[in-house]
């Protein structure tokens, strides 16, 4: 936690909020899953009725 929020600049407690709360760390997540799992990448935009991509272009 110390290390993360050294990185970003903040405070630790705010890590702690930050990163327990999946309305916000769900957008780190869904691009860590769509390049790490499916390969692929996100929606291109946020209005988008998907979140990610595969390898092959599937949603």
Do not use: C, N, Q, W
Not at 51 to 58: E, F, H, M, N, T
């Amino acid at each position: 936690m110390d290390e993360i929020a050294h990185a970003l600049k903040i405070e630790p407690g705010d890590v702690l909020e930050y990163f327990t709360d999946g309305r916000r760390v769900s957008f780190i997540l869904e691009r860590r899953i769509a390049a790490e799992v499916l390969k692929g990448g996100v929606a291109p935009t946020e209005g988008a009725s998907y979140d990610v991509l595969d390898s092959k272009k599937g949603k």
